[in-house]
């Protein structure tokens, strides 16, 4: 008897003291993990704004397959939520606040337990890259909640493998997204030609890609400053192209409603007549135009077509990266004259 009574005086003190060390733990805690991100600052804020996403890169869920999601009627942007279930119990995420592109404020709610803040910060990087920093934190933890946190190991422990794994993998869900393309032969067309400002270069073809981005501008860049009306979006006519000697002659244009009279000798004006040709369209970035136009060109083979020599060979691009940066919303048309 008298033994267990030192037992049950024993359990007393350790339940006391497991008591007093939960009662001293920190009333808060604060979890943070930053990755840099492959992709742009729009296309990984395009991707957390929007909860339909999120399963894909939820380490929770990667985790617990079984877990069954609910998606809210508005999933985006403030007012966006969503909600979840598992043999733990329902759990809410709710968009309350955001700054575009750069960051995202929200609030998440764990059964009874109190609510959580969570933020993202999106800072771009200069080589396209973005830094992405998530936290999570919480204030005035009920005991209870301090109990199980405690015996868990800790939120930093709980929560901060999750946070690295799913930022793991939310680096490589825009990437794939990004890589996305279509090549569409849309056939025989009718180019309606008409005027254009343009730049002539030559460079070798492993320096065609920086020559061209660094033109384009240029010729954009006058027809502004001189109030020149554009016409459509800029292009790229192509007067020669020799792998073999690894040499093009490209010019850079913009298309204008009239003949305009330059005033510099390197910015000139020309005429394009209105031409028949195979169109192709390509959606998705422009690493993929060299097999749009082999496409192109086997089409033309193909369908017993017959190019014009000399004849006009165009890209026309019909997307500003700048506002949309994710590649694979870029769209190009590839027009080759035909007899």
């Known amino acids: 008897m008298k033994t267990l ?76 939520s969503y909600s979840w279930e598992d043999e733990d119990g329902v759990g809410t995420m709710k968009t309350i606040a955001t700054v575009p592109m750069t960051s995202i404020t929200q609030e998440m709610q764990f059964g009874d337990f109190a609510k959580s803040d969570v933020n993202w910060d999106l800072k771009p990087n200069k080589n396209g890259t973005t830094e992405v920093s998530w936290n999570i934190k919480g204030e005035n933890l009920p005991f209870i909640f301090k109990i199980l946190s405690t015996v868990m190991g800790g939120m930093e422990k709980q929560i901060g493998p999750h946070f690295e794994r799913g930022l793991t993998m939310l680096d490589s869900v825009p990437q794939a997204e990004m890589k996305v393309y279509s090549i569409n032969i849309e056939g025989v067309t009718q180019h309606s030609g008409g005027y254009y400002l343009y730049k002539t270069a030559s460079s070798k073809l492993s320096e065609f890609e920086k020559k061209m981005k660094q033109m384009l501008p240029e010729v954009g860049a006058y027809a502004m400053t001189h109030n ?95 506002r949309k940066p994710n590649p694979a919303d870029w769209i190009t048309e590839i027009y080759i004259a035909i007899k």
């Open 5 to 80: 009574k030192y037992i049950l005086l024993l359990l007393l003190i350790l339940i006391i003291g497991f008591s007093i060390y939960i009662a001293v733990q920190p009333n808060s805690f604060n979890v943070t993990r930053t990755k840099t991100i492959n992709a742009p600052q729009s296309v990984v804020y395009n991707n957390v704004i929007d909860f339909k996403n999120w399963e894909a890169w939820s380490s929770w869920i990667e985790e617990k397959p079984e877990t069954v999601i609910t998606l809210a009627e508005q999933t985006e942007g403030v007012g966006g």
């Open 228 to 322: 020149v009306t554009m016409a459509g979006p800029p292009f790229i006519l192509y007067l020669k192209w020799d792998e073999e000697n690894d040499a093009t002659i490209f010019s850079t244009g913009v298309p204008t409603n009239s003949k305009i009279v330059s005033t510099e000798s390197d910015i000139l004006t020309g005429k394009l007549e209105s031409f028949r040709a195979v169109k192709t369209v390509l959606k998705g970035d422009y690493k993929n135009l060299k097999e749009a136009w082999k496409s192109t060109m086997k089409y033309i083979s193909d369908n017993n077509l017959e190019m014009i020599e000399g004849g006009s060979m165009l890209e026309t691009y019909l997307t500003d990266p700048m």
